[in-house]
């Protein structure tokens, strides 16, 4: 018998103090839920289950899918299309937007996941992710359309992820701070284990692909370089690194102890047309909302990421976030470039 708060009871307790709430948006979040235990038990299972490896196909992005890629999509749509609280979904393994069947009722909101993300790390038993967000649909009862989706980041009605690592965790905001649960595995329930996760505005860690070095811009290539001469350079102090290649466990570590992590913009990215590594909609913007809900910064360099009007489904963008006194260095960098 556990003694902890389960997310459920947890989410039930706070809507009761919204004006309004129907309990459509709990219902959302109880099936977003069941997706992410069901995820974290093929992730769990691996190739014991003979979901390893990769498929025979690419994405929009041309990203070679992972089998489990395709896999966790489809727990996501088949969880979250039957109960009548989405007008549409969009995933980063979707071309386009999926609208809810007609055997189903509508509803007012919109849910944008990446179902598995870090998936390169899957077949190295290496932490990997599910991040997501929920937006309301304005106006019309039409058809919804990708145009819908094209909500700025801070519209987002709540935002979240699955990390499955050690154990499974689930942190979650929905605009009042972030809390973080643990699965315990014996009772199948996320447990409050993390209440109110706020991010240390110092540290002396930080998160990048050192391997683009080459490629960074000045601003980023400063901050980096000021970090590795430690003690003796213009910082005074030594700093630690970490990459994981995993967004979510790079975030989480971030939540747990403070640091920065940077996917910025590179000339090898822009000679390709690219405006980033990470996607604006289901990976950086949810990513955003939960790093600043614990009193942290997420910018693109010269800009909060938050604030950006999405131009497409699958735009991508560069990506700075953590500690707010680091990460506001980094946008000063940029401001004087
Ligand atoms: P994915 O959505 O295809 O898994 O890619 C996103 C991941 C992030 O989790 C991670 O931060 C980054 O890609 C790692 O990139 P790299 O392989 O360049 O280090
Ligand atoms: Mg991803």
Known sequence: MHNGTTITQFIIEEQRHVAGATGDFTSLLNDIVTACKVISNMVNQGALVGVLGSAESENIQGET???LDILTNEVFIKSNEWAGHLAAMASEEMDT????????????????????DGSSNIDVNVSV????????????DGAPSERDFLQAGTQQVAAGYALYGPSTMMVLTTGKGVNGFTLDQSIGEFILTHPDMTIPADTREFAINASNMRFWEPAVKRYVQEC????????????????IASMVAEVHRILTRGGVFMYPIDSKMKSKGLGGKLRLLYEA??????????????I???????????????????????SKNEVERILGYHDQA
């Open 65 to 67: 899918q992972k089998k």
């Open 97 to 116: 937007i999926y609208d809810i069947p007609a055997k189903y009722p509508r509803g007012k909101y919109l849910l944008t996941f990446d179902p598995l």
């Open 129 to 140: 992710g599910t991040i997501f967000s929920i937006l309301r649909i304005q106006g019309g």
């Open 228 to 243: 590795l001469d430690g003690k003796e350079g213009p910082r005074g102090d030594d700093f630690n690194m970490r990459w």
């Open 285 to 298: 913007n949810p990513m955003s909302f939960i790093v600043e809900q614990a009193g942290g910064g997420s």
């Open 300 to 322: 693109t360099g010269a800009e909060r990421i938050m604030d950006l009007q999405p131009e497409s489904l699958h735009q991508r963008v560069p990506v700075i976030l953590g």
